[in-house]
């Protein structure tokens, strides 16, 4: 399959990318968070081509991305009033709801299970193509199973290339970490994977206490515990555990540092290093993109300075901590 690079700056293109979601096609495309993988959520032929092309288990279950708050009457049922708050509050955003989805919706949208996950996307490309082909898209990020997610067109189409019709070029993401998924489904309201907006940011607006379970049993992306891995084995260390390593056998290290770079590069250059931004909007921006950097040096390791341990950094730790897994 010969995959399409169109840009989201001509008309002309994204006009061609609602056609082919029309039709039936995958095409990546760009959103405040990271790349999707959509295909039209109505069609459950395309729906399970995004399975075929990621190499995603077919129980995993995929965002549906709509065009507006209204539409989630017909993809959902038994609203509670909490899920419009949020919606009111945080859409178009990088937040996901988690609801009894309605009847009609095929199960290979929703992995087998009677929930889904909806959210209406920040991105204006995207929310414009919605709005104007009338559209709603499942859509996952836009890698591979398990691999880095994608923050940038060129990255996706590296990646997807001949496994994908069309990738949609609307420039590096916002946010560059995935939405945060809260579930309202129980008697409790529930932060699933931590993204960014944060569980207090989710109370103030709720007027309740929202409980962020680091152990659950959802099928949730961040549930896994190998996931957003880059090829290259990855160790996130503190600045001391890093001066140990590099004054250990000769090994080329990419590092991605916080603290300060030239403390670790005083003594000798190091194979590949980059300074990592200091708040953790700009550090979460371009962290999948270092990585992926870093992924491509060809070092035969990736390190990376533990940033700070403070509430707004969580989203950052939950990705570097299933980054750093590695399988016994
Ligand atoms: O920011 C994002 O959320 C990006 C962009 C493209 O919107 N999407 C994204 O999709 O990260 P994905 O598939 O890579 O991760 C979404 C996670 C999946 O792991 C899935 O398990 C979970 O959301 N999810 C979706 N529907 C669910 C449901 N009904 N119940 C539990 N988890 C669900
Ligand atoms: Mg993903």
Request: aromatic share 6%; hydrophobic share 45%; proline share 6%.
């Amino acid at each position: 399959m010969n995959t399409l690079l169109l840009n989201a700056a001509v008309a002309a293109d994204v006009a061609k990318a609602a056609e082919l979601l029309q039709q039936g096609h995958l095409v990546a495309v760009p959103t405040e968070t990271v790349y999707g993988l959509a295909a039209d959520a109505t069609k459950p032929e395309a729906v399970s081509q995004i399975f075929r092309a990621k190499g995603r288990p077919a129980d995993h279950p995929l965002i549906v991305h709509l065009p507006d708050a209204a539409s989630i009457t017909q993809w959902a049922q038994h609203i509670p009033a909490s899920a419009y708050q949020l919606a009111e509050a945080f859409w178009p955003g990088p937040l996901t709801l988690l609801l009894h989805k309605a009847n009609h919706v095929d199960s290979c949208v929703t992995g087998g299970l009677d929930t889904i996950g909806l959210r209406v996307p920040a991105h204006p490309v995207l929310l414009g193509l919605l709005k104007s082909a009338k559209l709603a898209v499942a859509a996952p990020s836009a890698n591979l199973y398990k691999k880095l997610s994608p923050t940038s067109a060129h990255q996706v189409y590296e990646t997807m290339q001949g496994r994908i019709d069309a990738v949609l070029d609307g420039g590096d993401c916002e946010f560059g970490l995935e939405s945060t998924i809260v579930s309202v489904l129980g008697d409790t309201v529930q932060v699933l994977r931590a993204g960014p907006i944060s569980a207090e940011e989710i109370s103030a607006v709720l007027g309740c206490k929202v409980e962020t379970p680091e152990q659950h049993d959802v099928k949730v992306a961040g549930n896994v515990a190998a996931h957003y891995q880059p090829g290259t084995p990855l160790l996130c260390l503190d600045a001391n555990q890093i001066h140990a390593f590099i004054a250990q056998a000769p090994r080329k290290i990419a590092l991605l540092a916080y603290s300060s770079l030239t403390e670790f590069t005083a003594k000798a250059p190091l194979f590949w290093q980059v300074a990592m931004p200091q708040d953790a909007k700009g550090y979460g921006q371009s962290l999948y993109k270092q990585l992926y950097l870093a992924d491509q040096t060809g070092a035969d390791v990736i390190i990376v300075e533990q940033p700070p341990a403070e509430s707004a950094w969580l989203a950052i730790h939950n990705r570097l901590m299933r980054a750093a897994y590695q399988e016994a």
